[in-house]
């Protein structure tokens, strides 16, 4: 079978399609035949070399990947052949704290989803909704997740609430389309003027060109009346961090999810103290998330936005594609086995 693996010392150049043999299922595990994956941010650092925690051996690129169960080992009784599953970006955590497992991430350090076959313990792996195709349900494990994990489950977001976005992508449209699920009222923030009239007409109540209007905490108090956001998904990072909390309103959330904007900046902890703040970090998501996120999305008939799909031979075009900035929705790799 063929994988696609980021090697020392990793960049573009460094990326390998490789011959591997298939792998057969141990007791608890089942073997997938992947049919799609799906890239994140978080992908192009690691086929890069520049993600913080980066691996320094070999491995099978990607967290985001979704097929159908082939083989399934003797002891494994949650899947069939025949199934469509996804694989869950955390092995190993299933449900409560991720400090409270011993998990750890496909794509890096573990072998991930960017081969023919796959082999995950059976309880890394989640059902597909039974409304999507294989390349929709491949962008469900990291970044659905996320923003799932941030407003659902640590958030417990509600009607009326709003919600501050910034960027357009994959963990602020999946943010997007929550959100208004559970209507929500979403203030988005885009550098492209083009994508936040498409997604004004998807429903977001809130425009701002975080390009064009620097000081946007102004204009975020300005569309919300002086209330403020209930919710901020922050993935500017360290730069973007106190607009954030300047954008809050009292007792509201931050989620420190990315750092799109850079690793560093200024943080002043009495901005925390005087909105009251709650920030927590977010790590993607346990199993049982996932599972109540895809029963979410079956029971609403959501539909995961795709920019492009691209040919899985031709990876590092669509890695270009990604780090380009020019992708509006998931970018989603096609995977067929000889
Ligand atoms: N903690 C976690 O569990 C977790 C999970 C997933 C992702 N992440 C992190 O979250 C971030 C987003 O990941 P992603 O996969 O959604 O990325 P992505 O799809 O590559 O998003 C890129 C988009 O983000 C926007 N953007 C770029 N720079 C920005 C800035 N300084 N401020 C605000 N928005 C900016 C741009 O949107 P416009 O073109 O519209 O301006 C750009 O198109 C990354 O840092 C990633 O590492 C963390």
Redesign the pocket.
Known sequence: MKAWQATPPFGFDALRLIDLPRPTPGPRQVLIKVQAAAL???DLEMATGTYQGQPQQAFTLLSDGAGQVVEVGAAVTRFSPGERVIGCFWQGWEAGRLSDSAALPLGGPLDGMLSEYVLLDERGVVPCPAHLSMEEAATLP??AL?AWQALVVEGQLKAGDWVLL???????LFAFQFALLHGARVIVS???DD?LKRLAKLGATGLIN?RSTAIWHEQVMAITDGYGVDHVLE??GPR?FTQSLQSLHPSGQVNV?????GHQGEINPLLILQRNARVRG???GPRQSFESMNHAIEASGLRPMIDSMHDWLKLPGALAH?QS?R?FGKVVLRITAD
Do not use: K, P
Request: proline letters at 0%; hydrophobic letters at 25%; one cysteine or more.
């Open positions: 994140n941010y978080r990291c970044a996320t910034q960027g357009t992508g994959g963990v602020s885009s550098s492209q994508r975080y993935v500017g973007s999810i990315g750092y799109l904007g977010i790590s993607v990604l900035g992708h």
